[in-house]
């Protein structure tokens, strides 16, 4: 891994700013060569915006806060591409029906965080993304899309393509070994995938990624594909989550919950998973779930502390896991000296659909199913009281937005004896 991190950690948006800028381009003047009715979805954003005075002042002021000079004026009159909410809302509308496209050079995993890219860094896009109403409509936009890429009219991404194809051949040098490892029939259209959201959703075959030391209580395994962000010890019950030190707020995290004040002063392990790895949560102990629910809240809120960083979605990792949608799940470890637990799942822009595949009160081993994200992924925490004391595994790496994913089912950490 190289030194300088990369301009989208998981490869969730292009490393080229040019990339995306060529992108946001293309789709422009498609949508002002042939204008289309809006999604009824996207027109109820529409209508809010326009009928809300608070909401139609922020979605003004974050396209007139955007500066007027590199590297944010991108078109030929020396404006920002996105120019007010109407054109955002044109280009919103045309992803509603299209699967991301597979490209070597940049992946645009996030469309609409693309739309968004500038105006989100903004005060008046700070605020914006944080109204409730705002999010509740955003919401109806993602799940609408959502039901889209778990269609089989979005399989069509799913070719062999050598450039564009998630099956071709410049996919598969950047996913090496994927018929090995994933369920899949290469025989088969789309190798057997009905959908984008199950390509996205695809799962291991057997054996591919075996649990670590299964009988053994004191080991704690990765809960995800995922590559470890950082670890804080002694985290407060509230703090400023906000600043540039981002950090972690526990009663703002695990929404005030009962269960909360176990976790004062506990242990916060974070990891991110990648863009074209694997999405599915499993549990990093064996215990019986105590409960398990999901947090709306944000899908495209940065901390204003990035500015107009192009880094700054990835920066936000620790704020968001006090705002964005999550789920909760908390576990009663079998090990005395784990105990009560948890995993959080965190939302981030498009991949916000948290789906539990678990319930209260069930038994599960270690390495079992916990629920998965849909279109992706995104970041996750494990939460452990104060009275655990562990020695992370972290294979050599330490945390930070340079680190490779960590295999899940792997050993991550272990009790202290």
Not at 176 to 184: D, G, I, R
Not at 387 to 397: E, K, M, N, P, Y
Request: charge should be negative.
């Amino acid at each position: 891994m190289t030194a300088t991190t990369p301009y989208r950690v998981g490869e969730w948006l292009p490393s080229d700013q040019t990339f995306l800028d060529n992108w946001l381009a293309k789709l422009i003047a498609e949508v002002e060569r042939a204008p289309q009715p809006l999604h009824p979805v996207v027109d109820e954003l529409r209508q809010l915006i326009e009928t809300d005075p608070t909401v139609y002042m922020l979605f003004n002021q974050m396209f007139e806060q955007v500066p007027h000079k590199p590297p944010y004026n991108r078109d030929p009159t020396g404006k920002p591409q996105v120019r007010d909410y109407r054109v955002m809302l044109r280009l919103v509308n045309a992803i509603m029906t299209r699967a991301p496209e597979f490209n070597e050079t940049g992946l645009v995993g996030f469309p609409i965080n693309a739309i968004f890219d500038w105006s989100m860094a903004t005060p008046g896009g700070f605020a914006a993304f944080l109204n409730a109403d705002v999010n509740r409509a955003l919401k109806n936009v993602l799940d609408e899309w959502g039901r889209y890429l778990a269609s089989a009219d979005s399989v069509y991404v799913l070719n062999t393509d050598p450039r564009t194809g998630w099956l071709g051949a410049d996919a598969m040098r950047a996913m090496p070994h994927f018929v090995e490892q994933f369920q899949c029939n290469p025989e088969l259209p789309h190798y057997g995938f009905t959908s984008w959201d199950d390509f996205f959703t695809r799962q291991f075959r057997e054996g591919q990624r075996p649990v670590a030391a299964p009988r053994d209580d004191d080991v704690i395994v990765n809960a995800c594909e995922s590559a470890p962000y950082k670890i804080s010890r002694q985290v407060k019950m509230r703090d400023n989550f906000w600043i540039k030190a981002q950090r972690y707020s526990l009663s703002h995290m695990l929404d005030n919950d009962s269960l909360l004040p176990a976790f004062d002063g506990g242990t916060v392990y974070q990891a991110f998973l990648s863009a074209k790895s694997y999405h599915r949560w499993h549990s990093p102990v064996s215990g019986r779930v105590i409960e398990a629910r999901v947090v709306n809240g944000t899908y495209y809120s940065e901390t204003m502390y990035e500015g107009f960083d192009p880094a700054g979605p990835n920066d936000s990792q620790g704020y968001i896991t006090e705002v964005a949608t999550r789920a909760l799940i908390f576990i009663q470890a079998d090990n005395p000296a784990i105990g009560l637990m948890c995993f959080m799942a965190v939302g981030m822009a498009e991949v916000s659909t948290c789906q539990i595949a678990v319930y209260e009160g069930q038994q599960i081993r270690k390495g079992q199913q916990l629920g998965m994200f849909h279109f992706g992924g995104s970041t996750h925490c494990l939460i452990f009281r104060p009275q655990v004391q562990l020695d992370f595994d972290l294979h050599g790496q330490t945390p930070g937005l340079n680190s490779e994913n960590i295999p899940v089912n792997s050993r991550i950490a272990t009790v202290r004896k």
